[in-house]
């Protein structure tokens, strides 16, 4: 459906209104705007399968459905950029996104980090023998790698969260893999409290479950790209480490990192994880938003 969006976005009548903050991945941002209002774009990331992933995703379309898929993404592309250039101010979710507004719109960004609830989490003095995955069960979290990393080390690995991945996923773990399903809201904490570590292998853009875990003093072993390197802060590189990177997708490097992490496990300082996460807690998320709308109302009236 998406080849339509931009009709039902400019659609909407906003002429009431002074401020319009859009959350936009990736059509929102296309609303038009008269002048005086004032339009900020929270954006959580340009659209990959428009940009930077576009030719990966037509690779994974059927055939015949390729060359419609080029036209119109071809005209998305020209929509998207000129939606763009009508907001008055964006601000990016990382700096990771930054660069990539910058990339593709040509745009300046302010990097205000999405809320993290740290406030209720705990540091638990009795770890667990498990290393731990949160999240949906889909391709592009490579929890395959987890799982045959898991399996060639024989670690015991506990996945919670559900999805259209699980049952290709069951079929390749080993007997250390346990999957949870859907964890309710107040078992979550426990299972992230006595991890050893969160295993993280998908690139993301920003990436909050990192965080959540951190806020309960746990390390994250994490793929080195993308919004992981903002979130989490390796071993060697600062004298309060929250984690480790592994540098590729593979089982290897998964392995590499489990192994290089398991080296240096007493170094890490579960208080000091904990109070990392903290400076992305919703309190400072609301309040950094709060002050940037105030200067940009500030601009204009």
């Given at each position: 459906m998406?080849?339509?969006f931009p009709v039902a976005i400019e659609s909407?009548?906003?002429?009431?209104?002074?401020?319009?903050?859009?959350?936009?991945?990736p059509p929102m941002k296309g609303?038009?705007?008269?002048?005086?209002?004032?339009?900020?774009?929270y954006c959580h990331t340009p659209g990959r399968f428009l940009w930077d992933f576009?030719?990966?995703?037509k690779s994974s379309l059927p055939w015949a459905a390729r060359p419609a898929f080029s036209i119109t993404s071809s005209y998305l592309r020209n929509w998207d950029f000129s939606a763009a250039q009508r907001?008055?101010?964006?601000?990016?979710?990382?700096?990771?996104?930054?660069?990539?507004i910058k990339t593709y719109y040509q745009r300046d960004s302010t990097v205000i980090y999405p809320p993290v609830n740290t406030s209720t989490a705990y540091v638990d003095n009795k770890v667990g023998d498990y290393y731990l995955h949160v999240g949906r069960l889909v391709e592009n979290k490579r929890i395959d790698l987890l799982i045959q990393a898991c399996n060639r080390l024989d670690r015991r690995l506990l996945i919670a969260g559900t999805g259209r991945a699980e049952k290709a996923l069951?079929?390749?773990?080993?007997?250390?893999t346990e999957f949870l399903g859907r964890v309710d809201d107040k078992d979550l904490p426990g299972l992230y409290a006595k991890a050893r570590a969160l295993l993280f292998a998908a690139e993301e853009d920003f990436g909050i479950v990192p965080l959540e875990a951190q806020s309960y003093g746990r390390p994250v072993i994490a793929y080195g790209r993308g919004g992981s390197l903002e979130t989490v802060v390796p071993y060697g590189e600062s004298p309060q480490p929250t984690g480790v990177h592994f540098d590729q997708q593979t089982v290897q490097s998964v392995c590499e990192g489990i192994l290089n992490f398991e080296a240096v496990e007493a170094a890490f300082e579960p208080t000091a994880i904990s109070a990392f996460a903290r400076r992305f807690d919703t309190s400072v998320f609301k309040q950094r938003m709060s002050d940037f709308i105030q200067g940009a109302l500030a601009e204009t009236f």
């Open positions: 998406f080849p339509i909407f009548d906003l002429r009431d209104y002074d401020l319009i903050i859009s959350s936009d991945s609303v038009v705007t008269a002048p005086g209002q004032v339009h900020i774009c576009h030719d990966e995703f907001v008055n101010k964006f601000v990016a979710n990382s700096r990771h996104v930054a660069g990539r069951k079929a390749i773990a080993g007997p250390t």
